[in-house]
């Protein structure tokens, strides 16, 4: 959530940076401005008046200390009547401090300077591109095929169990997922992460915190009877846990890793590009999580961003990085990488994971703060990434490294499969 003290100071700043994000409504930026005005206004007016009752109800003291009793009277009439009047501009003043809320919330945030205009996956910039694209031959399958062939992954099963997107990985292909989220949670505990196990339900406020809420309740899974939402990705519940807390300076940075399964709806999506493991109303992802100081978030973002390239190098897949244009980045993002290996078999680039900041959009809605050197609080900055989200991962290493013996397993993970071959 943006601060409104910041939208009153920058407002032709606010509203550029909106057009890059392509945000379809810029009148609340004014009518957000043209709201605090009245609670100002109204605070005053309350704030006034509760000084003048104070200083009646002192004044009221020193008429029965004087012997006063006529005069003390007809000052505790005045001020009962105070009261009706604070109470009714009290009111008054809740009411406009929600109408600015619910103005305020509507606002995503603003775009980092370094974020390109564009609208459509296609204007992403191409940060960087690392490995070679394997030349497969002309009877490669794709890793739908492969998944039946070698047993791996059974999509029917899961659609008679659940139904489309929901599929069961069998044998080596569950083996592989398990040997994956392994690999993926020890490069983080080695980067530094601890790792925590999380629920997968989470509340409402949970929800608006991380801004999932109410930007995305359309691709979420609800439980009503509970008020209960199906975590669309761990960095829901992992950026919780700091929700309403005050960390000190010297803890900063807070780094914490989790693996979770992930639902979402996908609402509208259909087609080939949703075929096989390219996209899942339920699916595994490690997450990565970094709560810290405001003037280090950049550069924790780009070592974040290395992480997760190092994941892909070890991997031996092909990869490129883009930085997200305005039209396609998150509501709550400043600035995302996108990391997407390349499928050899469908020939078409996937994306893997999305590393973004969000300055302090979330912590101002989480309430996350830190005391500062000064013994201040402030404010902490945001930050989580995918590392790694499985599906595509599966997909592309079944893909590109299948072989007329079977499919070979990378090095990295073969102490973790416990074998090298998939045949």
């Known amino acids: 959530m943006l601060q409104v003290s910041y939208i009153r100071d920058n407002r032709e700043q606010v509203l550029e940076r909106l057009a890059v994000k392509n945000f379809k409504q810029p009148e609340l930026v004014d009518e957000v401005i043209s709201l605090d005005n009245e609670r100002l206004i109204s605070q005053r007016a309350s704030e006034e008046a509760k000084a003048a009752a104070n200083l009646s109800a002192k004044q009221i003291g020193e008429f029965m200390r004087a012997g006063k009793k006529a005069e003390a009277e007809e000052l505790k009439t005045q001020t009962g009547n105070s009261k009706d009047y604070i109470k009714k501009l009290d009111d008054e003043l809740a009411v406009i401090e929600e109408n600015l809320y619910q103005k305020l919330i509507l606002l995503p945030n603003l775009p980092h300077a370094s974020v390109p205009k564009g609208i459509t996956p296609e204007e992403n910039e191409v940060v960087l591109e690392n490995g070679t694209i394997p030349e497969l031959p002309a009877n490669a399958l794709p890793h739908w095929e492969l998944a039946a062939k070698y047993n791996l992954i059974d999509f029917e099963l899961g659609v008679k169990i659940t139904g489309a997107g929901f599929p069961v990985y069998k044998n080596k292909g569950a083996k592989l997922q398990r040997a994956l989220i392994n690999f993926f949670i020890d490069e983080a505990e080695k980067a530094g992460y601890s790792e925590v196990s999380v629920p997968l ?153 999305s590393v973004s900041n969000f300055e302090t959009f979330q912590s101002n809605r989480l309430k996350l703060r830190f005391r500062n050197a000064e013994g201040k609080t402030q404010l902490a900055h945001t930050l989580n990434g995918s590392a790694l989200a499985l599906p595509r991962i599966v997909a592309t290493l079944l893909e590109n490294n299948q072989t007329d013996k079977g499919i070979k397993v990378p090095e990295a993970l073969v102490p973790y499969t416990k074998f090298e071959w998939i045949n």
């Open 201 to 353: 339900m989470v509340n409402e406020a949970s929800g608006f915190g991380t801004s999932q809420l109410p930007d995305k309740e359309g691709q979420m899974y609800y439980v009503g009877i509970d008020n209960l939402y199906l975590i669309p990705t761990a960095e829901v519940p992992i950026t919780n846990m700091y929700r309403d807390v005050i960390l000190k300076g010297e803890e900063l940075p807070v780094k914490n890793c989790g693996h979770t399964p992930c639902f979402r709806r996908e609402a509208g999506s259909y087609g080939a590009h949703v075929r096989g493991l390219n996209r899942l109303h339920q699916f595994d992802k490690v997450e990565i999580v970094q709560v810290v100081h405001p003037d280090r978030s950049y550069e924790v973002l780009e070592d974040m961003s290395a992480h997760v390239q190092g994941l892909l190098q070890k991997l031996g897949l092909p990869y490129r990085v883009l930085r997200l244009c305005g039209g396609d980045m998150g509501f709550g993002s400043a600035l995302t990488y996108d990391m997407e290996t390349w499928s050899a078999a469908q020939q078409r680039w996937l994306e893997v994971s």
